[in-house]
């Protein structure tokens, strides 16, 4: 099984870990680990440390105010490697006694992209969800991505492809973009695939955003395809992205962060309770590094996934609650998917999720005719589809409200309460909020200008 190990080296090796301008081997971090066979291919992660706002709060718990330090004497440092599944029960309890850096070993599942089941037509296209989104009212009002980074953790951007078919020039950033340790390929120029739909949908509603196109589920592994990657890789990914957005000026600091990929099965993890598990436990070490993202200032958006109940996804084998790990964390917007209609779509995931229960948070549109990625007549969908979608409208906020002035817990807030509501009790988990509402949105926005004015 592969696994990620968490260690505590010298503060000199963790600093020089944590620090961007210097890369660090495997090598520099363990010399050998009984029974596991290190990957000297991946660059160590610094995995920042939890620290409750509360004296009395809990470190382990994502649902509280927290901050999260990178010192050499806090932080931690995550590699990867492989156990036997003769010896894995036996080698990760036994690591932790006869090394005393070794802080756990967690489970390094397998990622996949969330595509849909069945085929259904489109229902509508790009243009309808433009108009849905009331995209001209947000550009009226200055709000089309101007100056916002917004990054695709994907399978690559084809950027010709997507400039083509969105009839305009695209924005990539080449220098902040980044691939996984053996993922070859320059920014913008992969083939056309999920990525590219994923890239095309977030510039619907922020056609002037700035794209960081990262290949994340091109990471290989044994028996693996071209739409699966690591988990470990996208840790890496989003230790570099906070590199990224700390670089920025801190009264002008966006960055958004589309994730339409999910952990479809318990196969590839440990138990719910294990303390190496992903999908159930907040201590995982993506788990952590996405909230320390978040506390650092970014909109980090997951795909709810499609283990809907009405048309389930072949490869989903979680028996219930399917929204798991951080496509179900309290510090991101899950988001769920409904067609241009207004109606759910039946593969939609439905909550509650695993860390917390709480999820999907809201839903944007999927199912329509977009990017033209898969074939001229396939849809744009899944819930892979409706998070760029959302996470298009949130960088489209996000031009005139940086993170000085709306949090990212701030802002999710503001899309759950002016989403429309679909129930009859505010929150259910077929919709979770509602639908994402953008006149409400903007009205709301203006209210809050009044008052800082």
């Known amino acids: 099984m592969r696994v990620l190990i968490q260690l505590r080296p010298s503060p000199d090796v963790v600093a020089a870990v944590a620090d961007p301008d210097v890369t660090a081997t495997t090598a520099d971090v363990a010399d050998g680990l009984p029974g596991v066979v290190l990957d000297p291919s991946f660059t160590p992660v610094a995995v920042p440390r939890p620290v409750p706002a509360a004296a009395d709060g809990d470190p382990l718990s994502l649902n509280q105010s927290l901050t999260f330090s990178l010192a050499a004497g806090d932080a931690s440092v995550m590699v990867r490697g492989e156990i036997s599944d003769d010896e894995l029960s036996t080698r990760v309890t036994l690591l932790p006694t006869l090394r005393n850096d070794v802080v756990g070993v967690f489970a390094d599942p397998v990622i996949e992209s969330n595509l849909t089941c069945g085929g259904d037509a489109p229902?509508?296209?790009?243009?309808?969800?433009?108009?849905?989104?009331?995209?001209?009212?947000?550009?009226?009002?200055?709000?089309?991505?101007s100056g916002v980074a917004l990054a695709v953790l994907d399978t690559g951007i084809n950027a010709a492809h997507v400039a083509r078919h969105l009839g305009r020039d695209l924005?990539?950033?080449?220098?902040?973009?980044?691939?996984?340790?053996?993922?070859?390929?320059?920014p913008g120029e992969f083939e056309v695939d999920h990525g590219t739909m994923c890239a095309f949908d977030t510039l619907i509603a922020a056609p002037r955003a700035t794209l960081?196109?990262?290949?994340?589920?091109?990471?290989?592994?044994?028996?693996?395809?071209?739409?699966?990657?690591?988990?470990?890789?996208?840790?890496?990914?989003?230790?570099?992205?906070?590199?990224?957005?700390?670089?920025?000026?801190?009264?002008?600091?966006?960055?958004?962060?589309?994730?339409?990929?999910?952990?479809?099965?318990?196969?590839?993890?440990?138990?719910?309770?294990?303390?190496?598990?992903?999908?159930?436990?907040?201590?995982?070490?993506?788990?952590?590094?996405?909230?320390?993202?978040?506390?650092?200032?970014?909109?980090?958006?997951?795909a709810?996934?499609?283990?809907?109940?009405?048309?389930?996804?072949?490869?989903?084998?979680?028996?219930?609650?399917?929204?798991?790990?951080?496509?179900?964390?309290?510090?991101?917007?899950?988001?769920?998917?409904?067609?241009?209609?207004?109606?759910?779509?039946?593969?939609?995931?439905?909550?509650?999720?695993r860390?917390?229960?709480?999820?999907?948070?809201?839903?944007?549109?999927?199912?329509?005719?977009?990017?033209?990625?898969?074939?001229?007549?396939?849809?744009?969908?899944?819930?892979?589809?409706?998070?760029?979608?959302?996470?298009?409208?949130?960088?489209?906020?996000?031009?005139?409200?940086?993170?000085?002035?709306?949090?990212?817990?701030?802002?999710?807030?503001?899309?759950?309460?002016?989403?429309?509501?679909?129930?009859?009790?505010?929150f259910d988990y077929d919709y979770g909020y509602g639908v994402t509402d953008t006149p409400g949105v903007l009205a709301s926005l203006r209210r809050r200008a009044m008052r800082v004015a």
């Open 171 to 186: 924005l990539l950033d080449k220098e902040r973009s980044w691939n996984p340790d053996g993922v070859t390929g320059r």
């Open 123 to 145: 229902v509508g296209d790009w243009h309808d969800v433009e108009r849905l989104l009331h995209v001209a009212e947000l550009h009226a009002e200055g709000l089309d991505g």
């Open 355 to 426: 860390l917390t229960l709480r999820k999907p948070d809201i839903c944007s549109y999927t199912h329509f005719s977009g990017s033209k990625a898969f074939g001229a007549g396939e849809p744009d969908s899944g819930t892979s589809a409706a998070c760029p979608v959302a996470a298009g409208l949130v960088a489209a906020i996000r031009t005139r409200w940086p993170v000085s002035a709306l949090s990212p817990a701030q802002l999710r807030t503001l899309l759950r309460r002016t989403a429309d509501d679909r129930s009859d009790i505010g």
């Open 304 to 353: 709810a996934g499609n283990c809907g109940r009405d048309c389930r996804d072949g490869r989903c084998a979680y028996p219930n609650r399917p929204i798991a790990g951080a496509n179900s964390h309290p510090g991101v917007l899950s988001i769920g998917g409904v067609d241009t209609g207004g109606q759910r779509v039946g593969y939609s995931s439905q909550g509650p999720g």
């Open 212 to 302: 960081i196109d990262i290949p994340v589920l091109l990471s290989r592994r044994p028996g693996g395809s071209a739409l699966d990657g690591l988990l470990s890789d996208a840790v890496a990914a989003f230790a570099h992205l906070r590199t990224v957005l700390e670089a920025q000026p801190a009264e002008t600091r966006s960055l958004v962060v589309s994730n339409s990929w999910g952990s479809f099965s318990p196969r590839w993890d440990f138990p719910v309770g294990h303390p190496g598990n992903y999908s159930d436990n907040p201590a995982h070490p993506f788990n952590l590094i996405v909230a320390s993202l978040e506390q650092a200032g970014a909109d980090v958006l997951f």
